[in-house]
């Protein structure tokens, strides 16, 4: 008789999150599995500034899986007379929930697309394609299928311009459930709101999860949408305006920009001709790398150079020769680099690098959010909330590398510090 295998999981926000058993053995699973040595804030574990910056995708994930099942507990006390949750699709939002970001590499976001890499999504469609005949296996039927179309559909939503309007009219839980799994307002970023503030500060914020009995399903264009009710604004503005806050605090901020730049350099310089050995590195194996590129002691290939310079900051704060700056306004970034163009053509010697960031903390055209208001019409966020209107962020940094091995005159120095 086979033994059932179950598993609790203590997250630090939502406390013990119990680990069914077939999700347990979807979790043995190597890409699964993989999922611990992934770390959910990329490259900012590599801060001085934030040394509690470090959670792993699994726990994200399962705090996900544990936010979503919540979810559906609330939406079968409050509409259990009008839609029936079945098993079926139980699992299916469950393996949604634990495997969305299966699919990320090494530092996550940080590294995203560096030498060409797919989305994250669509890396994980691949897995679960790679893993389907032993999914299925473990939960008797073809369970792939159903998780892998509505990834797909999760894929053209993010790469529309607007909201869809093609979304089918069946009063399905998953179908209605669709934007509370890739919405503004939905599982996955409660849970990293939430646990990223409290793993770096300390600090914890109102229970999102509040937000579920506040939910409501109507009809627009003879579709089923999620909305609101309008006592839940409170909650939706606190989320979104934390959210962007973590963006513009720690994701922005120019200490981590500035890792995220050396770090993608240095994968760019290192694993340019060998993109298969760089995808199935794991962070552990990048830094070690790093680690050792620093002792080879063959300094004659300039290529050799820069990666030691670039591991060098990375791995052991190594700043100097080094100025940065962050822009928020397009115009002084651009005349910025003209003079700085201008610099590089007198002195070979100059390494710049640059990089933009933009955010804002909603977007109407998707993902958007519908409100209930008090006279029963339906609405959009930005028409009953103030606070969230127009509040975006849109960053350029420029990362100036005059490495101290080589000979820098004092007039290139002079120059540099005066347009900072």
């Known amino acids: 008789m086979d033994q059932k295998l179950e598993m609790e999981v203590i997250h630090p926000c939502f406390g013990r999150i119990r680990i069914s058993d077939k999700i347990y053995q979807i979790l043995r699973l190597p890409d699964f599995r993989d999922l611990h040595e992934k770390s959910h804030l990329g490259s900012i574990r590599l801060s001085r500034k934030f040394l509690n910056a470090n959670y792993s995708r699994l726990l994200h994930s399962v705090g996900v899986m544990a936010l979503q099942n919540q979810l559906i507990e609330v939406m079968q006390r409050k509409y259990g007379k009008y839609i029936t949750i079945s098993q079926k699709e139980r699992e299916i939002l469950e393996l949604l929930a634990i495997g969305h970001d299966v699919g990320h590499g090494p530092f996550s976001h940080s590294l995203e697309g560096v030498l060409g890499k797919k989305s994250h999504e669509e890396c994980t469609i691949e897995i679960f394609q790679k893993h389907a005949k032993e999914i299925n296996k473990i939960y008797g039927y073809d369970i792939c299928s159903s998780v892998i179309s509505v990834m797909e559909n999760n894929i053209h939503v993010k790469k529309a311009d607007e909201s869809p309007t093609n979304m089918p009219t069946d009063i399905s839980i998953v179908s209605i459930l669709r934007s509370l799994l890739i919405g503004a307002i939905d599982c996955d970023r409660m849970e990293y709101v939430t646990t990223a ?53 720690l994701y922005y901020n120019e200490e981590s920009a500035l890792i995220e730049m050396v770090l993608r350099e240095y994968i760019n310089k290192k694993w340019r001709f060998n993109h298969a050995e760089f995808e199935n590195m794991s962070e552990y194996e990048i830094l070690a790398d790093a680690k050792k590129a620093l002792k080879n002691r063959v300094i004659s290939a300039n290529n050799t150079l820069t990666i030691k310079r670039l591991a060098n900051i990375f791995l052991y704060d190594e700043r100097e020769g080094i100025f940065f700056k962050r822009f928020d306004n397009k115009s002084a970034y ?43 019409r339906l609405r959009d966020l930005t028409e009953v909330s103030q606070k969230i209107n127009n509040l975006s962020i849109h960053y350029y940094y420029v990362m100036i590398d005059l490495d101290p091995i080589y000979y820098v005159p004092d007039e290139i120095y002079e120059r540099i510090q005066n347009i900072l």
């Open 197 to 249: 503030r409290y793993m770096i500060t300390g600090q914890k914020l109102e229970d999102y999860s509040k937000l579920f009995d506040y939910i409501t399903i109507t009809f627009l264009d003879d579709s089923p949408v999620v909305a609101f009710e309008e006592a839940a604004l409170p909650l939706i503005e606190s989320l979104l305006i934390n959210r962007f806050d973590q963006y513009n605090s």
């Open 334 to 376: 651009e005349y910025f680099m003209k003079q700085l163009n201008d610099i590089q053509s007198d002195f070979s010697g100059l390494f710049i690098c640059t990089a933009e960031k933009r955010t804002s903390v909603y977007n109407s055209k998707k993902n958007r959010v519908y409100i209930i208001d008090k006279q029963g």
